[in-house]
């Protein structure tokens, strides 16, 4: 009687485990099945992956050489950069997609703006939009969805385009040797950990301040700015203090060394990238999660209280590879972001669809497109890289596209990376380029209001 007591509880606790959507001895035996342990290829995976990285097990022999890294178009770059271990590649991008033009300007053999420069106001700045924002959210709950987004992490290393533009046109530029790297700018960890928990604090005081209906909007203006000055006090101590004027001087091509000047770092701006209209860009993007010819604006995201937000005209792939074909044609880099961790092989500086079989190895198919990738958020834009090459097949049609990366030149191909025209329609995502260059269809998109979409949107 106890037996069959127990054994009716056994399947009331069965049916009870399948309708509740948990796994019941049933399912985990048929589960058990489908796995043949005991077949010979199996046996043979198992052990090789049991005792070998998964990578080098997938290496595709037969695509192995089939790519070479010559391009028909192509343009002239100076030495590779080097962002080392910090999220800053939207920075470097965006410096190498102009520091060729001062170079040739002021015919020198290569040249590099001062990242760290950038950064520090770029760090500081987010500070301040984050207490902005945690002002503005005073009363709303702690798990709001904004406050916790906010507060997840206030500052960060990423950025975009419009980044760029917002510290720029407010800061200017300096040359990388007025204020060089530090350990803490090539290595960002550790003194954002330490500005993100003095961030939380401020926000957490901060907060309770501007909740408080008593206290004046100014009274709380003057604790924000107090409590930045923490903030500005880390940065120094980790990068150096920028500096607000500076005298340079500079050897050309022919080893002719300039005349020392004096400069701000807003009129260094001025004088080697004269009539430079920011204004004259605009970020194309592949996104097919969402309608093409629309113009999107994703909400706050920025790195100053008054700058502008990230916008984008989504385009499908081939109507943006003629646009990217006719920019490198006019000697014209193009800022451009992708998914750079699928199917790289970075020791030939090489992405390709075929340079790895996961499916023979697993015997299982990874079946989706772009679309589902970027709504599973399996796959989004990674890291940015300057556009700068293409190579065509016998009816101009590109079969091959050239980064110029920001990895250092041991990376890659001396610093560059390759990727197929196949790889570009996966895995490629933005790109900024001159108005001049758009078609009238796609130029008639920036007259439409932005659709907004939101700072946890997938794509971003």
């Known amino acids: 009687m106890r037996y069959l007591s127990f054994i009716g509880a056994l399947l009331i606790a069965s049916i009870s485990n399948a309708q509740n959507g948990s796994l019941n001895n049933a399912e985990l035996s048929l589960i058990r099945k489908s796995y043949d342990k005991n077949d010979a290829a199996t046996k043979a995976i198992t052990n090789a992956l049991t005792n070998s990285d998964i990578k080098t097990l997938v290496v595709n022999r037969e695509n192995i050489g089939k790519t070479d890294h010559l391009f028909k178009y192509r343009i002239k770059t100076g030495s590779i950069t080097d962002q080392k271990s910090s999220g800053r590649c939207w920075m470097f991008t965006s410096l190498n997609t102009f520091r060729n033009k001062v170079a040739d300007k002021l015919s020198m053999s290569t040249f590099e703006f001062s990242e760290s420069y950038l950064y520090f106001w770029d760090i500081l700045e987010k500070s301040n939009l984050f207490l902005e924002n945690v002002i503005a959210t005073a009363t709303k709950p702690w798990d709001d969805r904004y406050v916790e987004w906010y507060f997840k992490a206030p500052v960060d290393d990423g950025g975009m385009w419009s980044s760029y533009i917002n510290i720029v046109e407010k800061y200017g530029v300096v040359p990388k040797n007025v204020m060089p790297e530090s350990n803490s700018s090539s290595n960002t960890s550790q003194m954002l950990r330490m500005i993100n928990?003095?961030?939380?604090?401020?926000?957490?005081?901060?907060?309770?301040?501007?909740?408080?209906?008593?206290?004046?909007?100014?009274?709380?203006?003057?604790?924000?700015?107090?409590?930045?000055?923490?903030?500005?006090?880390?940065?120094?101590?980790?990068?150096?203090?920028?500096?607000?004027?500076?005298?340079?001087?500079?050897?050309?091509?022919?080893?002719?060394?300039?005349e020392i000047k004096s400069y701000t770092p807003t009129s260094f701006l001025n004088e080697v990238l004269p009539n430079t209209n920011y204004s004259d860009y605009v970020m194309i993007m592949n996104n097919p999660s969402r309608?093409?010819?629309?113009?999107?604006?994703?909400?706050?995201?920025?790195?100053?209280?008054?700058?502008?937000?990230?916008?984008?005209?989504?385009?499908?792939?081939?109507?943006?590879?003629?646009?990217?074909?006719?920019?490198?044609?006019?000697?014209?880099?193009?800022?451009?972001?992708?998914?750079?961790g699928q199917q790289l092989d970075s020791k030939e500086g090489l992405l390709s669809?075929?340079?790895?079989?996961?499916?023979?190895?697993?015997?299982?198919k990874f079946g989706m497109d772009k679309k589902a990738r970027i709504l599973t958020r399996e796959s989004g834009s990674s890291h940015g890289m300057a556009l700068i090459a293409f190579d065509v097949d016998q009816n101009e049609n590109p079969v091959k596209w050239?980064?110029?990366?920001?990895?250092?030149?041991?990376?890659?191909?001396?610093?560059?990376?390759?990727?197929?025209?196949?790889?570009?329609?996966?895995?490629?995502?933005?790109?900024?380029?001159?108005?001049?260059?758009?078609?009238?269809?796609?130029?008639?998109?920036?007259?439409?209001?932005?659709?907004?979409?939101?700072?946890?949107?997938?794509?971003?």
């Open 197 to 258: 928990r003095k961030l939380r604090e401020q926000g957490y005081s901060l907060r309770e301040m501007a909740a408080d209906k008593k206290v004046k909007p100014e009274d709380i203006q003057k604790e924000k700015v107090k409590l930045l000055g923490d903030i500005y006090r880390i940065l120094c101590l980790n990068l150096g203090e920028p500096p607000a004027e500076f005298l340079w001087r500079y050897k050309d091509r022919n080893d002719k060394i300039s």
């Open 291 to 340: 309608p093409y010819y629309q113009y999107f604006e994703v909400e706050n995201y920025r790195n100053t209280k008054e700058g502008i937000n990230w916008k984008y005209i989504n385009l499908p792939n081939d109507v943006i590879k003629q646009l990217c074909m006719a920019s490198i044609k006019a000697n014209e880099p193009l800022y451009a972001s992708c998914d750079v």
């Open 353 to 364: 669809l075929d340079n790895y079989d996961y499916e023979s190895i697993y015997g299982m």
């Open 402 to 460: 050239q980064f110029e990366n920001s990895w250092g030149s041991s990376s890659g191909q001396n610093g560059y990376l390759t990727f197929t025209d196949g790889w570009f329609n996966e895995y490629m995502f933005r790109f900024v380029i001159q108005k001049k260059f758009l078609t009238p269809e796609v130029l008639k998109v920036l007259d439409l209001k932005p659709i907004m979409t939101p700072p946890w949107d997938p794509m971003f």
